[in-house]
């Protein structure tokens, strides 16, 4: 319905500003799921959400082009809304009120960054995404320079990206089901070192083939750093202030777009 690009400006800030799904999801699973299997569940959470943005933009790309910019507008809103009737159903939580009395929200922010190991979570959080999108402006002109400047230089960039995405939805599911067993801190600093061994080949990549398979095998090790970080958050955050914990990662998730653009 909007008639003007200011319009959509308004109201994507306004839906940022009020959709916090991604957060409660990851909270209500890490508070309703046994401690045994919490890897693997948050791991499959993350296969989800990484290949729903994978699938998301490339299916909006296509309706656009057969019927217009305006239908998967009224797309996504019959999905969030059945996605929303479906957990008002199907999700069980065991929701308990925190007893006495309400700490504000800067003190329980405060209190957070104070436990120990918190903070070092936090910019692990941040500097992989930070790190992981920061040649996503360069992308496409780099895709253009490997491919000699054949005319299919944009497909080329959606498919290198998109098969990151893809990848690392993959892995997410394993690398959280082997936290379980191996323990997460270990996963987590075996999934950040090849991350940093996988990410400086592709400054030599010679063709876009190259940096394809680099890009590939950089989403499946990065595929295992957010159900690991996401699994420790959960041990070290009591269950009270875990929707707040989550809510400062997703945070850090957010923002580091801000430091490259």
Same mark, same amino acid.
């Given at each position: ?10 109201? /994507? ?8 799904? *991604?957060? #409660? ?13 919490? &890897? ?13 943005? *994978?699938? &998301? ?24 809304? $059945? ?66 400047? /054949? ?29 379980? /067993? ?21 400054? $030599? ?16 090790? *990065? ?9 420790? *958050? ?15 990662? $997703?945070? #850090? ?9």
């Amino acid at each position: 319905l909007a008639q003007n690009p200011w319009h959509i400006f308004i109201l /994507r800030v306004v839906q940022g500003m009020t959709t916090g799904r *991604v957060t #409660a999801s990851v909270a209500m699973v890490s508070s309703t799921t046994p401690g045994v299997s919490l &890897g693997m569940s948050l791991g499959i959470l993350q296969t989800a959400l990484l290949l729903g943005n *994978v699938v &998301g933009p490339l299916a909006g790309g296509l309706i656009s082009d057969w019927v217009g910019y305006r239908i998967p507008c009224g797309i996504a809103f019959v999905m969030l809304i $059945a996605g929303a009737a479906l957990v008002m159903v199907g999700a069980h939580e065991r929701f308990e009120p925190p007893r006495g009395k309400r700490e504000n929200g800067l003190k329980t922010i405060r209190g957070i960054l104070g436990i120990e190991g918190f903070s070092v979570l936090l910019a692990v959080y941040f500097l992989v995404y930070e790190l992981s999108t920061l040649v996503s402006p360069i992308t496409p002109l780099y895709i253009e320079l490997l491919s000699g400047k /054949r005319g299919d230089a944009a497909a080329l960039t959606g498919l290198v990206i998109g098969m990151t995405g893809l990848f690392s939805g993959l892995s997410a599911a394993y690398f959280g089901k082997l936290g379980d /067993r191996l323990g997460h801190k270990r996963v987590l600093v075996f999934s950040l070192v090849a991350a940093g061994i996988l990410s400086f080949p592709q400054a $030599a990549a010679h063709s876009v083939w190259e940096r394809f398979i680099e890009r590939c095998l950089l989403g499946l090790a *990065v595929g295992g750093v957010m159900p690991s970080v996401n699994s420790l *958050v959960s041990n070290i955050v009591n269950r009270e202030r875990i929707g707040s914990a989550y809510g400062l990662t $997703a945070g #850090a998730k957010t923002h580091s777009p801000l430091f490259y653009a």
